[in-house]
Nanobody, 120 residues
Framework: QVQLVESGGGSVQAGGSLKLSCAASGYTRCMAWFRQVPGKTREGVAA???????NYAESVKGRFTISQDNPKNTLFLQMNSLKPEDTAMYYC?????????????????WGQGTQVTVSS
């Protein structure tokens, strides 16, 4: 069992930046960030594997950067040029292998979420 704990959420004005962190209690092959707005399905934001290969949702490309500290099993999401539509609960997720990176059903491990609110 791998436990994930997110931190770094908060409130910021449009155009601002936030950096999310996710501390994992153990090793996994791939980690990702998802986000969810009440009443909508959870969507994949970005993912990274242990080789450093990354994937991003089109809506965040060029603004968000996913990275990791492998020895510390820590995941990051640097969010720049934030927009009001980025407002959501952000979740860290982890898995071993298989499936499309944004397919949440492939991720057995989830954090509790951290709220990001962007005001216009």
């Amino acid at each position: 069992q791998v436990q994930l704990v997110e931190s770094g959420g908060g409130s910021v004005q449009a155009g601002g930046s936030l950096k999310l962190s996710c501390a994992a209690s153990g090793y996994t092959r791939c980690m990702a960030w998802f986000r969810q707005v009440p009443g909508k399905t959870r969507e994949g934001v970005a993912a990274i594997d242990r080789n450093g290969n990354t994937n991003y949702a089109e809506s965040v490309k060029g603004r968000f950067t996913i990275s990791q500290d492998n020895p510390k099993n820590t995941l990051f999401l640097q969010m720049n040029s934030l927009k009001p539509e980025d407002t959501a609960m952000y979740y860290c997720a982890a898995k071993w292998w298989g499936g499309i990176w944004y397919d949440e059903s492939r991720y057995p491990y989830w954090g509790q979420g951290t709220q990001v609110t962007v005001s216009s």
